[in-house]
């Protein structure tokens, strides 16, 4: 097999020295035998009668002239928007050009397409080319409208230079990954997450349902007392009261909640990453800074490059300043509940749980003879069976 071990510009040498001393070989000949057109074989000999051996370099391909070339400015452009937002990819850093474009903040004619932009960060050490396939397809679940369903969780606390923790709260609303809140919190107690709760509710009007983990202070591990009925937290039935379902992620499935908890990873990557925050009003004023950014200016992929504020509304349900009173049908049977979460109901007491001390319970009913349902407001508790 000819040229094998032989370079392109070996060949070429050897073929030129044999055309130059063929002494009446057949130059079409010459060219058959290493397996090239007479054309490219002229060609050859041309050049190297010409230009000597440098003619026998080859020739770049590229154009004399691109159009559509992204010029210097444009590339030192595209560099420093990735420099002030490290963590932004070429879909998103395309999308910012295009809306500044519209603003009047971009002056050139040519927007580059996320593959040019992505060539652009990976020769200016922008990229780590493993990273970069790591990405995949995958399928997604949304609610249909904003605030039919609010992810809410705790974002593992960090150390401040003042040698305490902060723990970020986030909240999230699923349809639009538009964020709720995030707030700068020093403990994760049931009346922190209240008054913030408070907070959003009076900004933001009330959800539906609000998704959790299963841990403190919003749940308590799936727990069931002796009497196998589902233990509940003060939080929970405060949220009852405000008629919103708060319902929890299985047990050690995070991808249960897989958009609070690609939140969780934006704001590590885009916050943690490369901030040290002094005490928790250094950390709450950049999580406001930040925040606008990632509801207003940060495209988002699952919402086609949109930003979540685009697909948010506020709820028309207010937060009313005072509970509303529980209320029960006339067919309905109330009991308060006493001091260690029991009800007395035909001669016999009934656990439904501490966090409803002091609080009056529905007993209904059923289609089922000696068998009765409790109630808190509109949360089904537990089931009563006399028989037993």
């Known amino acids: 097999m000819p040229f094998i071990n032989k370079t392109v510009m070996e ?16 130059f079409s000949e010459l060219c058959k035998r290493f397996n090239i057109s007479r054309k490219t074989g002229y060609k050859w000999l041309n050049r190297y009668r010409a230009m000597g051996i440098l003619g026998l370099q ?44 519209e603003k009047g903040a971009y002056s050139f004619d040519i927007i580059p397409c996320k593959n040019t932009i992505g060539k652009i960060l990976l020769r200016n050490g922008m990229i780590d080319p493993e990273r970069s ?42 349809h639009s990954r538009f964020n709720i809140g995030l707030f700068a919190c020093s403990d994760q107690k049931v009346n922190t997450v209240q008054q913030h709760l408070i907070y959003v509710f009076k900004k933001y009007g009330l959800p539906e349902t609000i998704l959790s983990d299963n841990g403190a202070p919003w749940g308590t591990g799936c727990q069931v007392t002796e009497d196998v009925i589902r233990a509940f937290t003060g939080l929970e039935k405060w949220l009852i009261r405000l008629n919103i379902r708060l319902i929890h992620g299985r047990p050690y499935h995070p991808q249960t909640q897989g958009k609070q908890e690609r939140f969780n990873q934006t704001f590590k990557k885009e ?18 800074h930040w925040r606008e950014k990632y509801n207003c200016q940060r495209p988002h992929e699952a919402l086609d490059q949109d930003v979540p504020a685009k697909h948010y509304c506020p709820s028309l349900k207010s937060y009313p300043e005072v509970l509303p009173a529980i209320e029960y049908d006339c067919d309905v049977l109330a009991r308060k509940v006493d001091d260690y979460g029991q009800i007395y109901f035909k001669k016999k007491k009934y656990k439904v749980g501490k966090a409803f001390t002091g609080e009056h319970v529905g007993i209904s009913p059923t289609d089922v003879d000696g068998e009765y349902e409790v109630y808190y407001c509109n949360q089904y508790l537990r089931k009563i069976r006399l028989t037993e």
Not at 11 to 26: C, H, M, T, V, Y
Not at 59 to 74: F, G, N, Q
Request: hydrophobic share 30%; with cysteine.
């Open 271 to 288: 916050v943690l990453k490369y901030n040290t925050f002094k005490d928790l009003l250094h950390c709450q004023d950049y999580f406001d």
């Open 11 to 26: 060949q070429k040498n050897e073929f030129i020295l044999l055309a130059d001393k063929s002494n009446g070989f057949r």
């Open 58 to 101: 080859e020739k770049t391909r590229r154009p004399l002239r691109s159009p559509l070339k992204c010029t210097r400015e444009i590339e030192d452009y595209i560099v420093n928007l990735r420099k002030a937002d490290r963590e932004w990819g070429p879909k998103k850093l395309r999308r910012i050009i295009q809306d500044n474009k």
């Open 133 to 174: 396939n790591q990405s995949k397809p995958y399928r997604r679940f949304e609610y249909e409208k904003p605030n039919e369903l609010w992810q809410m969780d705790f974002k593992g606390y960090f150390g401040m230079l003042n040698r305490k923790n902060c723990h970020p709260l986030a909240i999230l609303d699923d």
